[in-house]
């Protein structure tokens, strides 16, 4: 096995707390529907709002027009929806800054919206050398396309990568392109698995 020089994150749901849950619940009392209504009309629409096809105010319409409700009267329904469901696991943001400072290149891979790659960018993070966001490149997991992406950002092969993400499909994706895989279930299990293909962290 070639040595790592690059580990990569999935944002949602290893960086942080799973946000999809609370995104569906809010968004559903926003629009005073069940949580089960508003998840179904939102599948249909996810994927175009994630890869930039359409704009936030498009995706509302879609929606609304499903659910037969009202425009929610919110400049960013999505934004609200995002801050509130934003629960950031501190360790592993400390993690990713000691594997920067120890040398390895980090990067975070991301099925995100426009709304929600701009609350990112507010928040100022630095332990990041490359960030893939599915609305800037057009492009979403698990399509290869977003992976060689962030290969080419971060100037390494699959086989010097790591990428770690909570979805299996997604994690297969990337062992696909041929990056070494790590399914995420808690911080320990993440810095063992680390251990055990020789990336070193720091303190």
Not at 12 to 37: F, H, I, R, W
Not at 65 to 73: D, I, N, T
Not at 168 to 185: D, N, Q
């Amino acid at each position: 096995m070639e040595s790592i020089k690059s580990v990569i994150f999935d944002w949602g749901g290893v960086l942080t707390e799973d946000p999809a849950p609370g995104l569906m619940q809010y968004c559903a009392q926003a629009l005073n529907v069940s949580k089960e209504e508003y998840t179904k009309a939102h599948r249909k629409f996810s994927a175009d709002f994630q890869k930039n096809l359409i704009r936030e105010d498009t995706f509302w319409d879609r929606i609304c027009r499903e659910l037969k409700v009202r425009r929610p009267a919110v400049p960013s329904l999505w934004t609200e929806a995002f801050k509130a469901a934003y629960v950031p696991r501190e360790e592993m943001f400390i993690l990713a800054t000691r594997l920067n400072k120890k040398g390895y290149k980090t990067a975070i891979i991301s099925n995100t919206e426009v709304p929600a790659m701009q609350y990112f960018y507010r928040l100022r993070y630095d332990m990041f050398d490359a960030v893939v966001f599915s609305c800037a490149e057009g492009t979403i997991k698990p399509d290869s396309k977003i992976f060689e992406i962030a290969l080419q950002k971060l100037g390494c092969t699959p086989e010097q990568s790591v990428f770690i993400d909570d979805n299996m499909e997604f994690t297969e994706a990337a062992k696909k392109s041929g990056l070494y895989t790590i399914l995420f279930e808690r911080t320990n299990q993440i810095k063992n698995e680390l251990t055990k293909i020789g990336v070193k962290q720091a303190g």
